[in-house]
């Protein structure tokens, strides 16, 4: 694994993920657009950076509707969880060796 820092690293972009997505989760054929269109996100630590809301999670009317968990091998980053909401949308990313930092 390389020493490529991830959290609230400025260069980090979502779409670092297409490859890794298009041959690891294919049946997501959606996703790598998504990656590709995403903005920065809000680190909410080393480890996690998140696109929506997660106020209210899962409740009526919340932006936060979880679906799924997508976990991909990275050659840089390691393991990483994406998480698919409802209606097609990365609610956010966690990298797994962050999570200690």
């Known amino acids: 694994m390389s020493n490529i820092r991830v959290g609230c690293v400025t260069g980090f972009h979502p779409r670092m993920l297409s490859d890794a997505v298009k041959m690891q989760a294919a049946e997501f054929e959606w996703l790598?657009?998504?990656?590709?269109?995403?903005?920065?996100?809000?680190?909410?630590?080393?480890?996690?950076?998140?696109?929506?809301?997660?106020?209210r999670p899962n409740e009526q009317g919340s932006l936060w509707q979880f679906e799924a968990n997508i976990l991909i091998e990275h050659e840089i980053f390691g393991t990483v969880v994406l998480d698919i909401?409802?209606?097609y949308r990365l609610g956010g990313i966690e990298f797994l060796s962050q999570i200690d930092s």
């Open 32 to 55: 790598p657009a998504v990656l590709e269109s995403c903005g920065d996100g809000e680190w909410e630590s080393m480890a996690y950076v998140g696109y929506v809301s997660r106020i």
């Open 85 to 87: 909401l409802k209606g």
